[in-house]
């Protein structure tokens, strides 16, 4: 051990800053998007098969090893898109920069289910086209590229106009994350569902294809007939009226059906006051 220690040399620490770099790069390309989730299953089963082969465990060693090599293969597959904006990134030297990524902190969830709630109730019935999704857990940096960032706070007037017709982001998808709207105008994977209703059209099929590849929660405002939707893991749920609404919202931002109690009541005591 001591040996091995006195053997360590400057070419060694240069390694281990290099490799620390690289894995450092990783996870900042990685970061908040659906990529990191594949990688942290990855590294769990890299552990998983280091840890068998060090108690002697070979044939499950071996099957982890297989595992693990084709599943680079398929990883360079399935995230073609981010890797080419990792190696653009890498062109541009971005990769390090000391940034923070997110992190707004959350205002009064009262006040931010007020204004969204108004905003969609409002569009609903003047019949304006609206697309939101609410990020949650799962990031969706690769979407929020596709779009323009705003990084504003969440006011019912900011919603509106971004949704007016022919306003320049009206277009595509609202990302919205704690206090703010992050980005408008973002592009979402449309879902394959055969089962979708014909009634519904592309809006409501990105809507689907989101909620489906991600735990985020969608709202949906049709131009056509103002009904308001809501798209989450993969199923559509049509014809939200008020109270639905507030209880969606109230769950995005409170998280518990007790909140929703509550924070139910306390709206309602702050309307019958006005
Ligand atoms: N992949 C997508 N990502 C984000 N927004 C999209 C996408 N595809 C379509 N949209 C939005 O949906 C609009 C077209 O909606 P369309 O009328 O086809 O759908 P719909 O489900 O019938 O909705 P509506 O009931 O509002 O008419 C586009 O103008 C665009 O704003």
Redesign the pocket.
Known sequence: MKNSILQFTWLDILDVLLVATLIYGLLKITSHTRAMQVLKGLGIIIVLAQFCELIGLSAVTWLLNYVINAGAVFLVILFQPELRRGLEKIGRGKIFDIAQLGGSENGDEVKLIEEIERAVLNMSIRKI?A?MVFERKTGLRDVIESGTTLDAKISSELIENVFFPNSPM????MILKNDKVVAAG?????SDNKQISS?????????L?ISEISDSIVL??????G?ISKAHEGTITRYIDRKALREILTDIFLGSKEKSVSIGTRIKRKVTRK
């Open positions: 086209g697309l009206h277009d595509g998808a973002c592009f979402l994977p449309l009634e519904l059209g592309t809006r409501h099929r990105a809507a294809g949906i405002v049709s131009e056509e007939t009904v």
